[in-house]
């Protein structure tokens, strides 16, 4: 089965600086994707970063980078020079393999950030 | 150009009736998606589009929810005999093609069953 888990409910950081948002993932594919959402309290999900698991490189989008550990089956967001737009809530979601003819996803429970001024 | 769209953007119904919630997703774009998002909660995965082909429906939360998609283009979410607990924000996406490209997202259909 696969999972996605995101154990900080809840995380502070003061403007300007760095800060990282937690990922674990479990799955059984082969070839899975994952990505990062932020969901502001307008509501609308905006996608921030994708990083395949055959990729090597670690994905970079801008202020955003995607730590992979595939070995520990990890996916942290970091976000560097954190402003005050970046407080949201942030998904965690993992694509997984096609099977049966369609692909599934699935997504964490949030962490919610909020930067400091 | 225009994002995925979605309406109403707003449902209010009463238990036991049937409710019928459209998709545009972006122009172009051959993968569809619907989601859940129950208040507070993460999403809940329903169903995946390749163009109009949907093989998998083992997402949707029972027999009540149906999805089509018809000319490649809009979809629709229809929930029968709605219940107290279908009462979420139902999120639609669009993607170029299915897999790993991102997902736009449209502004949701917020469902609420009385």
């Known amino acids: 089965a696969q999972k996605i888990t995101q154990t900080q409910p809840g995380m502070f950081v003061q403007e300007k600086e760095a800060v990282t948002l937690d990922c674990t993932y479990d799955?059984?594919?082969?070839?899975?994707?994952l990505f990062w959402y932020k969901q502001p309290s307008s509501g609308e999900m905006i996608f921030l970063i994708y990083?395949?698991?055959?990729?090597?490189q670690n994905a970079t989008e801008g202020r955003y980078s995607l730590n992979f550990q595939k070995a520990r089956k990890s996916a942290n967001l970091v976000i560097s020079a954190s402003q005050l737009g970046d407080s949201a809530m942030y998904f965690c979601?993992?694509?997984?393999?096609?099977?049966?003819?369609?692909?599934?996803?699935?997504f964490g429970t949030g962490t919610r950030l909020k930067v400091l001024a | 150009g225009a994002g995925v769209s979605q309406s109403p953007s707003n449902k209010v119904t009463e238990k036991g009736k049937d409710v019928e919630l459209r998709c545009d997703p972006i122009?172009?774009?051959?993968?569809l998606y619907w989601y859940r998002q129950s208040l507070g909660q993460g999403l809940e995965f329903l169903i995946y589009?390749?163009?109009?082909?949907?093989?998998?429906k083992s997402g949707l939360p029972s027999d009540r929810f149906s999805a089509e998609r018809t000319g490649g283009s809009v979809s629709t979410l229809t929930i029968q005999r709605t219940q107290q607990e279908d009462s979420a924000v139902y999120l639609c996406?669009?993607?170029?093609?299915?897999?790993?490209?991102?997902?736009?997202f449209g502004p949701g259909t917020r469902l609420t069953v009385l």
């Open positions: 996406a669009s993607s170029l093609t299915g897999g790993n490209n991102e997902q736009f």
């Open positions: 990083q395949g698991s055959y990729d090597e």
């Open positions: 122009s172009g774009h051959t993968a």
């Open positions: 799955t059984s594919d082969q070839s899975y994707g």
């Open positions: 589009f390749q163009g109009n082909s949907a093989p998998d």
């Open positions: 979601a993992m694509r997984g393999g096609f099977t049966s003819g369609t692909y599934k996803y699935i």
